[in-house]
Structure formats: C-alpha cells, structure tokens
C-alpha cells in the first residue's frame, strides 16, 4: 500500500507545481474596456499601458481622472532600447512606451497636459508615471 501511494502523491505534487508555473507564465488578458485598441491595430504593449494606467490613476493621490485620446495612443513612442524605465526609478524593461495623455487633479475641475511613460518587461506592465507637461509660457 506505501509503494503505491509515494508515485501518486509525486505525480499529484508535480502536477499541482506545474499547474502554478503555467499560471505564472500568463500572459494578462486585456480587458474587455479595451479591445476597441486591437481593433485600431495598436500594438499589445501599448494597450497594456492604457489600461494600466486607468488601474493606476484610481489610487494615485494626485489624479483622479486620466484621458488617453485615441489618435495619442496610436502616435505613441515605443522605445526598444532603453534597459530601464527611469533615472529616478531603475526597473528593467524590455520596452518604454511614451504618450501624451490629460489628468485631472484630484478635487479640482482643470484638466493639465501630462506626458505618459509605461514600462514593459516579458509582455507585463512594471511601471507608470505621469509627469506634467506644461506649455512655457513667452512673456512680452
């Protein structure tokens, strides 16, 4: 009876271990909210970062609201070839999507111009930031 409950609790484990890798190994499906983009023929990595930045932007602490207007997600910069997301944050990422959006602030009613930067690593989203983009102003 041990002899052949030792294979089975082997087989039952290996299985169970396999079964998590898989599942580790997932690429994250896009939400529904967003299949419009594959429609438009925006690359997946792109679509990745729009719906992670509306995951995102609900807990910041400085927006509330993010708009990405189509025609910017379709113009937006893919960089290949830098091996980190940022100076200040130092993740490594296989690419660097760039896009200008529009963020309201929390508790005001102004939109402001602010410049998207989304980080890829292995097909997931590792890191987002938004920084303000402000028109200088020319003084006379």
Known sequence: ???TLAPALFALALSASMFQLAQAQETPELPE???YL???HVPEAVAQCVAAFDRWVEDAPKYDTLIVPDRRVLSAKIDDDTPIFSVGNPIPVDQVIVMRAFAKARGKAQWTRVDSRCGVRDGRVVGV???PNMKPRIVR
């Open 1 to 3: 009876m041990k002899n």
């Open 38 to 40: 594959t429609r438009l």
């Open 129 to 131: 930031s938004l920084t």
């Open 33 to 35: 909210d967003y299949a």
